[in-house]
C-alpha cells in the first residue's frame, strides 16, 4: 500500500538527515507546517538525487600548523607560500588586491599590528588556514567565486581574511587564511560540525554558478578509506612509502570496517523502504537507486563473504517493485485463477 505523500516527507527528512546532516536535526519534523515540510522535503529529493548519480565532491580542509608555529611567523610563511612569493595576486574582506613583495609585506604589517595584533610567536591559533577545492575539471572562475562568497558568507563579520586562488594543479583549489580574533576580540571557535557545515555552504554557492557539486561525508559515501593526504600523495607518486601507511586493509580490518558502517547502513535502508511505499513513481525508482547505490559502495565491494548484504532485507518492500518503479497490478481476490 502506498502511504500519504506527507508521511513520506516526515519519513524522508527524519533518515536523510541521519546521512546527511546532524543527527535528529528534523526529529519533530511532524510538527511543520505543511508548506516548510514540502519545501525541507524537496530539498532532502534533492540532496539524494546528487549523491545516487555520484555528483562531484567538495573538499574543505583545514590545514593545520605544524608544532609551535602559531604567531606571526607562521602567518608570514604562509603568505609567502600562497602568494607564491608576490607572483599571484591575494584578494582580501574588502575586495583589496595584494600583489608583489611589497604589498604582501603591507600585508603581513597590518595583520600584526592592525587591530588586536598577532604576536610573533603565539600559544594559540592565531589564524585558520583552510583549502577549497574541487575535483579536476571544474570551472575555475567558478571555484574562485564561490570560495569568494563563501569566505563573505561565513567569515565577513568583522573578520580580516585573505584568500588566492592556485592554477598550478589539475584540480582547482583556493587557499583561504581567516584571522581567529575578530574585530569585536571574540576568537573563532572549531565546533564539530563546522567542517561539513563549511563543505556545504561551499558546494551551494558552487551550485548557485551552475556547477554540480555535493558535499556528503565518505561514510555516507560507503567510502571508508580515507584520501591520503598531499604530503603522502607526493611521495607515493615517488616511489616511496610512507611510515605508517597502508594502501589495502587486511581481512580483520575491512570487517570492521564494514561493521563500523552499520548505522549508515540502516539509514539508507530505511530510505528505500519509505521511497519504496510513496505513491510517486519516481519515489519508488528512487528506491530502486538507493539499493544499487549500497551495493556498490566501496565498502561493500571489500564485504566479507560471509556477511550478508545490508539491503538484502529492503529488497523485500510491502508491496514489490518493478525495475521501472511502477508496482505489478495486485490480484482480485474474487477471480479464480
Known sequence: MAYPKIYIDAMLLNWGDRLFHEGLRHVRAPQ??????????SRMRAQLARTLKHAPEVMVRIVNPASGSQGMGAVRRHFRYISR???VALEDQDGRHVLGLDALRDLTDAWKWGGWGIPEKSAHREVFNL??????????EAVFGAARDFASQEFGDGRAYVFAAHDDEPHPHVHLSVQARGLDGRRLQLHRYDPQRWRERFAEQLRTRGVEANATSRFTRGQTQRVPKPTVAHMLARGETPRYWRAVADDKERLARWHAQGGV?????ELARTMALSPSLDDRKTALEIVDFVEGMPVQQDRPKTERSPMDASKAFERPVSKDGSRPEEPDPDVER
Do not use: C, I, K, Y
Not at 511543520?32 to 522535503?41: F, G, H
Not at 577545492?133 to 575555475?140: F, H, K, L, Q, V
Open 32 to 41: 511543520l507546517s505543511n508548506a516548510r515540510l514540502a519545501d525541507e522535503a
Open 85 to 87: 612569493h608576490g607572483a
Open 131 to 140: 583549502v577549497l577545492s574541487m575535483p579536476a575539471g571544474t570551472d575555475r
Open 265 to 269: 547502513f540502516a539509514a539508507w535502508r
